[in-house]
């Protein structure tokens, strides 16, 4: 079965850094989306960061220039290197997947079917 494992999170001040990252085991499809998700404290689930098989790369408007996303196809493993954290980057961050993938919608995050159990990541002011 396709299990989704997340690691990386931490505490860490405005302007830190921190690096997450995503081992998918178990899936052999040749078609799929990947990202990250976030789940503020006050706020609902939203779209981080998604990469396809296709190639299209899609960054949350908000996180742009200060998040990377990075995948290592020959390891299954999706990176979120987050630079400049700010306090609204607060949360519990999710890795999934997406098997039936939707590139122009890769940030949607209920089209995504495998989850992993998150990780949580807490910025400072």
């Known amino acids: 079965q396709v299990q989704v494992a997340e690691s990386g999170g931490g505490s860490v001040q405005t302007g830190g850094s921190l690096r997450l990252s995503c081992v998918v085991t178990?899936?052999?499809?040749?078609?799929?989306?990947m990202g990250w998700f976030r789940k503020p404290p006050q706020w609902e689930r939203e779209g981080v960061a998604a990469?396809?098989?296709?190639?299209?790369?899609t960054y949350r408007w908000n996180v742009k220039g200060r998040f990377t996303l990075s995948k290592d196809n020959n390891k299954n493993v999706l990176d979120l290197q987050m630079n400049s954290l700010k306090p609204e980057d607060t949360g519990m961050y999710y890795c999934?997947?997406?098997?039936?993938?939707?590139?122009?919608?890769?940030?949607?995050?209920?089209?995504?079917?495998?989850w992993g159990q998150g990780t949580q990541v807490s910025v400072s002011s």
């Open positions: 178990g899936y052999s499809g040749s078609r799929w989306c």
């Open positions: 990469i396809c098989d296709d190639g299209t790369l």
């Open positions: 999934a997947v997406n098997p039936l993938p939707n590139p122009a919608l890769n940030l949607v995050w209920d089209d995504y079917k495998y």
